[in-house]
């Protein structure tokens, strides 16, 4: 059972930058991919971005391309979400997930076994 706790939400203007963190408590998280995910408040989670096990491909929604980057450090168990050039609409709970998603299935829910339980991001216009 993997563990993810995130870190790094609260409120911003828009058009500034925040960063997510999320720190696994498993030794073993070198070997999953890594998403973050993203609900507004009625609305379904979306995906957000995923990073593969090494780290060597990224994914990114449409929305969020350009202005937000995903890595990864093996060695600290934690996976980042830097944030910039925000808006009112990126505001939303922010989940990072665990999985052994590759390709196209990192876009999806069901390519992660592992959740957090979110941080909330708020932009402010």
């Known amino acids: 059972q993997v563990q993810l706790v995130e870190s790094g939400g609260g409120l911003v203007q828009a058009g500034g930058s925040l960063r997510l963190s999320c720190a696994a408590s498993e030794r073993t998280f070198s070997r999953y991919a890594m998403g973050w995910f993203r609900q507004a408040p009625g609305k379904e989670r979306e995906f957000v971005a995923a990073i593969t096990w090494r780290g060597g491909s990224t994914y990114y929604a449409d929305s969020v391309t350009h202005r937000f980057t995903i890595s990864r450090d093996n060695a600290k168990s934690t996976v980042y979400l830097q944030m910039s050039s925000l808006k009112p609409e990126d505001t939303a709970v922010y989940y990072c997930?665990?999985?052994?998603?590759?390709?196209?299935?990192?876009?999806?829910?069901?390519?992660?076994?592992?959740w957090g339980q979110g941080t909330q991001v708020t932009v402010s216009s």
């Open positions: 997930a665990a999985g052994d998603c590759y390709g196209s299935r990192c876009y999806e829910r069901n390519g992660y076994h592992f």
